[in-house]
């Protein structure tokens, strides 16, 4: 059963970094667009980051533009999101999510897999 899952939240303050893993484990990931996704309380779901399968192409949201790196590693099965210069608004639950689409996509129904969540609280 294919399976993401989070790690590395965590609770900091307002400039400072923290690096989130997501592990893929039960199928293969090498060939699907992975995503990183955020939804704090009371918010929608909204699209942070993007890969696609090689790496070549990825894509962030305006809001992390210049802070925030995603980042893969398909040997290992594992997908980073590297967050700089963290701010009060970033504090959410991230997800990590997998589309079969090859175009590291931003919208959250081109993911077909989920993971459980990782808490990010960013104090002022």
């Known amino acids: 059963q294919a399976r993401l899952v989070e790690s590395g939240g965590g609770l900091v303050q307002a400039g400072a970094s923290l690096r989130l893993s997501c592990a893929a484990s039960?199928?293969?990931?090498?060939?699907?667009?992975m995503g990183w996704f955020r939804q704090a309380p009371g918010k929608e779901r909204e699209f942070v980051a993007a890969i696609s399968w090689s790496g070549t192409t990825t894509d962030y949201a305006d809001s992390v533009k210049g802070r925030f790196t995603i980042s893969r590693v398909n040997a290992k099965s594992t997908v980073y999101l590297q967050m700089n210069s963290l701010e009060p608004e970033d504090t959410a639950s991230y997800y990590c999510?997998?589309?079969?689409?090859?175009?590291?996509?931003?919208?959250?129904?081109?993911?077909?897999?989920w993971g459980q969540g990782a808490q990010v609280t960013v104090s002022s």
């Open positions: 999510a997998a589309s079969s689409s090859a175009r590291a996509p931003s919208s959250q129904y081109l993911y077909e897999y």
């Open positions: 039960g199928r293969t990931f090498s060939s699907w667009s």
